[in-house]
């Protein structure tokens, strides 16, 4: 078990190109979160899925953010038309079934991705 | 609405000293409480959480917690710091046991004085 892994761990691009991250949870991981992290500040929540199915989504997820996972395994989170304002660490975290032994409410994040929209 | 607040950004100890991050706590129903350390370069890694069994609640690497509801708190110590702490810890707070739509507080680099 490699843990989260996200990619890539760093993309700088301008204002106005799309950008897409990548998630790959546990496996055997049925939830999967992202979370984004300012400068100075706490992870804040974006969405999570459970399996294939995106079950919330944060106010801060604007229309430019999209994300999937279109088999309950990895996820994607795009995000069009950067903006300066979406320079940010993404988070994803995953935890296991509630119903599994091993759930301890932890969830496990990866080591994120960082944007800079120039 | 849940939230927490967690009192100063810094804070700094000598190696071997007492290690104390604070954190407030408001929600409207009974809270369940968690202390995550991020490590530079890092993920973020449980440290230890509170589930509404016992108040004062042990975590990895000597770390503990006491869930106070008479004064909102749940404050992160360490007796005796060493030189492997210094990272940045965040409180957060969920609605419920098995939820894990977090709200994190803004955080609080530890650093260790040699």
């Known amino acids: 078990d490699t843990g989260v892994s996200q990619d890539p761990r760093h993309k700088i691009t301008k204002r106005g190109q799309n950008v897409t991250f990548r998630c790959d949870p546990i496996s055997e991981h049925n939830r999967l979160y992202w979370y984004r992290q300012t400068l100075g500040q706490g992870p804040e929540f974006l969405t999570y899925f459970q399996n294939e199915a995106q079950l919330e989504k944060s106010r801060l997820l604007s229309d430019r953010f999209s994300a999937e996972r279109p088999k309950g395994s990895f996820s994607t989170l795009e995000i069009q038309r950067t903006e300066q304002g979406d320079s940010a660490m993404y988070l994803c975290?995953?935890?296991?079934?509630?119903?599994?032994?091993?759930?301890?409410?932890?969830?496990?994040f990866g080591e994120g991705s960082r944007l800079t929209v120039l | 609405a849940q939230s927490v607040t967690q009192l100063g950004s810094h804070v700094s100890v000598s190696e071997g000293a007492l290690v104390l991050l604070r954190c407030n706590y408001s929600?409207?129903?009974?809270?369940?409480l968690f202390w995550y350390v991020q490590y530079p370069n890092q993920g973020l890694q449980l440290l230890l959480k509170?589930?509404?069994?016992?108040?004062l609640v042990k975590g990895i690497n000597g770390f503990e917690a006491e869930f106070k509801k008479s004064e909102t708190s749940f404050h992160l110590t360490k007796p005796s710091a060493h030189m492997s702490d210094a990272a940045e810890y965040f409180c957060a707070v969920s609605l419920n046991f098995g939820n894990e739509k977090l709200t994190f507080g803004t955080g609080t680099r530890l650093t260790i004085i040699p």
């Open positions: 929600s409207s129903v009974p809270p369940y």
């Open positions: 509170y589930t509404s069994a016992a108040t």
């Open positions: 975290a995953s935890s296991p079934p509630r119903s599994r032994a091993i759930y301890t409410g932890e969830l496990f």
